[in-house]
């Protein structure tokens, strides 16, 4: 069996695709590994907060209130008064009914799928939506209709052909991970009232950033009441840890009582939710952070664009560079590092084959003199590998 094991990692070795972890040490906008300073462009950490002071000071209160441990899962003895205060929180800023708090983005959109839907339902997924929600779907034992990557004529096609009887639900990302582009969603609640689906909708890149008040994209669409299942993370912008379900009242209680990786996971450490409360509190107070990064991403879009890169349909602050052979993309990353910049290369599996790229990501604690420094650096990179003239 070693063997086998053995073998299949130096298959992927050969196709560029192993990957292997790397110790760092993160301040702000830079990053340190292996003694080196390096500008970071690969950072979910979109608006800057998760080295806020608030946020810091809100952990360690928490700890000293509550403890280090939750101690056992929320249907035990894990329920501590932080989980109220922030679901109450996250209730009175997306504008659902109820909410739920849950370990991660993965664990939330495998246990709605999974408890949601099941072997007399049918799941309708974009073929480019998040790993999580293609292990949802098949561990919810549905089935699963890909319809073609924000295709809206192939995704009505697909429900038409389906038994009108059946539970149908239509699950997409907002914000796609490695492409920056944005789901339809206007169409999509179209499309879900039209054919009585249950709309689903993965909020984790956009979350603190679109909305009025950091909503979300589906709030920014001016969609959000006609979403059934709204599911965020705190991971990402709000510079925390965590996840959230929002919904109708009935929704959440059927979760309670049937989400597996829900009722059977440690709950959240205290410190994770003074810091998830206090998180929500800044996201709605300081929206220059988001009118900053927007404008930051927009910049960087059009500059790469000029300079004649290929960076797909992207239209926020998720931007891919896009070089389609592995070893390339590996290259260029390489090269970026040796310029001061550090810029993931991101393969297949995540992506398509022949799509490999490099995946920026934007931070609102970054600066345009900062972004015009980078972008230099990127061209002069691009000019050598001839990618660009």
């Not at 408890?115 to 929600?133: E, T």
């Not at 979403?227 to 990402?236: L, P, R």
């Amino acid at each position: 069996m070693w063997e086998e094991l053995q073998a299949h990692i130096e298959q992927l070795e050969k196709k560029a695709q192993k990957r292997t972890l790397v110790n760092v040490e993160s301040d702000r906008c830079f990053i340190r590994i292996d003694g080196q300073h390096l500008f970071n462009f690969s950072s979910n950490n979109y608006l800057g907060l998760a080295h806020d002071e608030r946020l810091i000071q809100a952990s360690m209160e928490a700890t000293r209130k509550y403890g280090v441990g939750a101690t056992a899962s929320r249907l035990v003895v894990g329920n501590h008064p932080l989980y109220e205060q922030a679901e109450d929180a996250l209730i009175r800023w997306k504008g659902y009914e109820a909410a739920l708090i849950v370990n991660s983005g993965y664990t939330a959109n495998v246990g709605i799928l999974s408890s949601l839907a099941g072997r007399d339902a049918v799941i309708f997924s974009d073929k480019w939506n998040h790993a999580s929600i293609v292990d949802g779907a098949i561990l919810s034992r549905a089935e699963v209709k890909r319809y073609r990557h924000a295709d809206i004529d192939h995704l009505e096609t697909l429900l038409k052909k389906t038994d009108k009887h059946k539970r149908k639900l239509i699950v997409t990302d907002t914000i796609f991970s490695m492409d920056g582009d944005v789901a339809p969603l206007r169409e999509l609640v179209s499309l879900k009232e039209a054919y009585g689906a249950i709309l689903v909708v993965d909020e984790a890149h956009a979350s603190g950033v679109y909305g009025k008040n950091g909503e979300g994209m589906a709030h920014e669409c001016q969609v959000a009441q006609h979403v059934d299942v709204h599911m965020g993370t705190f991971s990402k912008a709000l510079g925390a840890y965590g996840a959230y379900v929002a919904g109708k009242r009935v929704f959440i209680d059927y979760l309670i009582n049937t989400m597996r990786p829900f009722i059977f996971t440690t709950a959240l450490p205290p410190s994770v939710l003074g810091t998830i409360y206090a998180a929500i509190d800044v996201v709605q107070k300081e929206p220059t952070r988001r009118y900053h990064l927007r404008a930051l991403s927009d910049h960087f879009r059009t500059r790469l664009q000029q300079a004649g890169f290929h960076i797909g349909e992207s239209t926020t602050h998720i931007v891919p560079l896009i070089v389609g052979d592995n070893e390339r993309a590996l290259a260029f990353s390489a090269r970026l590092r040796e310029r001061g910049i550090v810029a993931v290369a991101i393969r297949p599996p995540t992506v398509p084959e022949g799509t490999a790229r490099i995946r920026f990501s934007l931070m609102a604690t970054m600066t345009k003199e900062q972004i015009d420094w980078a972008l230099e650096h990127i061209c002069a990179v691009g000019k050598e590998m001839e990618l660009i003239a």
